[in-house]
């Protein structure tokens, strides 16, 4: 009973392909979030929905759509992948888009684009 | 299972005295450790790390204390500034998994 869980937890595939990253949480939390660790252990926003509207929608490329089809869900679609995509990829959720702590993170999945 | 755990949602401080943010995990396999900062509104953002084959690292106002025996690690910060006024996640990683516990909020008071 895993409070937020993404699928896969590694995902290897080839330039050009399209993937997806599914997170969904069972905390009957109102807000989701995508982040993006990058090499240097950075965790960068990518996006954020709230009740299945987007709030949060920073500079990522447009090959990057998120998609919630409930509040419980938010699923992350890649098109046209490219080597600098490899990442670690979070899902995580809130209480309410004002809460700035009890975030709960997923575990992570690492994605490597050869 | 929270294999990550910050008990203290939240903690405050006055203005020059020190900071003392605590960490606990479970999973024997984490060998890295990291401290994360989050100002409202935007993402967290890398603070300091520590690796299970030290005990201590400093980065100026900022010192990782790690005591694998107890699992158990905790972030300094001396002195306090009121910019230091955020949300800090602690993460724990190894095996290939890395867990984030759910923060602490510390305001510092001028």
């Known amino acids: 009973d895993t409070a937020v869980s993404q699928t896969p937890k590694y995902l290897v595939t080839q330039m050009g392909n399209d993937k997806s990253i599914k997170c969904e949480q069972n905390?009957?939390?109102?807000?989701m979030y995508w982040y993006k660790q990058d090499s240097k252990k950075f965790l960068k926003i990518m996006f954020s929905y709230n009740n299945k509207e987007l709030i949060i929608n920073e500079t990522v490329p447009n090959r990057f759509s998120p998609k919630s089809p409930d509040k419980a869900h938010l699923n992350l679609h890649i098109n046209s992948l490219e080597l600098g995509d490899s990442a670690v990829y979070f899902c995580a959720s809130s209480q309410s888009y004002q809460d700035n702590y009890g975030y709960t993170f997923g575990s992570g999945t690492r994605l490597t684009v050869v | 299972d929270q294999q990550v755990k910050q008990n203290s949602p939240s903690l405050s401080v006055q203005e020059g005295r020190i900071s003392i943010l605590n960490c606990d995990y479970t999973?024997?396999?984490?060998?890295?450790f990291l401290w994360y900062k989050k100002y409202p509104a935007e993402g967290p953002t890398f603070l300091i790390s520590?690796?299970?084959?030290?005990d201590k690292n400093e980065d100026g106002r900022f010192t990782v204390f790690l005591n694998k025996s107890a699992k158990h690690l905790s972030l300094h910060i001396v002195p306090s500034q009121p910019g230091d006024s955020a949300v800090y996640f602690c993460?724990?990683?190894?095996?290939?998994?890395?867990?984030f516990g759910a923060g602490t909020r510390l305001t510092v008071k001028p």
């Open positions: 999973n024997s396999m984490f060998d890295y």
């Open positions: 520590i690796s299970s084959i030290k």
């Open positions: 993460a724990a990683s190894g095996g290939g998994d890395m867990r």
């Open positions: 905390l009957g939390h109102d807000t």
